[in-house]
């Protein structure tokens, strides 16, 4: 049987350190599924398995630090990664053993989502974990992408208009990190991200889309965003291109469970038309 050659294809390596979602719809199987779409060669390490579907979160197990720890080494040592993002961190020693592993190594870009509550209102982080993340993380992050929840969170404040968004960012990229995308805006109103670089403010603003089908997106836009940023994109276009996708992916969404629904990570792949 003649040997078969490998092909020799540069394929862009991202690395998710997220939970795991039993329900498939967000955590690292949202993360694989997005970095799949988009061309990208996937790795994960989990932080947490978690029992949950389109309903909730009934039960969560932090992995533990020393595990999370020799997963990274074990995919940075040999694969490597061209970008890196983080999902659900649920305690402080997570956090802590994730800082100091990643250091390391020569960082690649890294794309820090602050996960903190599940879209069907699930807790998924410890209180001494947010300070963990705001005094560590942050300021080894290239980008945070916290909702407005979550920049309230990490800043202890309350977000109420335009004005107080745009501080918001000014004030969470003085904590370390070097651009924050407040993303979603508010309830009412588009869907409008907010993007500040440390010197530019500028806002991506798309059509609120009126469905069920929003589990996983905030997992979704960031790995998406990490995707772009690993192909040298500039910040501004990164987000232009994980928000299209994004939107995409929930405009195409299909019915999956009784709750909070999964969007469709492949709706540019596959043509559900023929089916019956």
Known sequence: MPKLEMKLIKVKR???????????????????????ALGAYG???????????????????????STVASQIDAVLSDIGADAIKTGMLANREIIDVVVETLNKYDLPKLVVDP???????????????????????????????????EAETL????????????????LIVELGTKSVVITGGFESGPATDLVYNGTEY?????????????????????????????????LFEAVNKAKRYVQLSIRNAYAVGSGRGPIDHFHELIDYGNNN
Request: hydrophobic share 40%.
């Open 43 to 65: 790795t994960s390490v989990i932080t947490a398995v978690t029992a949950q579907n389109t309903l909730g979160v009934t039960d969560m197990h932090p992995i533990p630090a």
């Open 202 to 234: 500028k806002a991506f603003t798309g059509s609120r889309i009126n469905t069920t089908s929003t589990h996983g997106t905030g997992c979704t836009f960031a790995s998406a965003l990490a995707v772009a940023l690993s192909q040298n994109i500039d």
């Open 115 to 149: 996960v903190m509550i599940s879209t069907t209102g699930s807790r998924l982080i410890t209180e001494d974990a947010v300070e963990s993340l705001r005094t560590k993380l942050l300021p080894i992050a290239d980008v945070i992408t916290p909702n407005v929840s």
């Open 14 to 36: 991202i690395l998710s350190i997220a939970g795991s979602d039993s329900g498939g719809g967000a955590g690292v199987q949202a993360d694989l599924k997005t970095f799949a």
């Open 155 to 170: 800043l202890g404040n309350t977000i109420e208009t335009m004005d107080d968004l745009r501080e918001s960012a000014r």
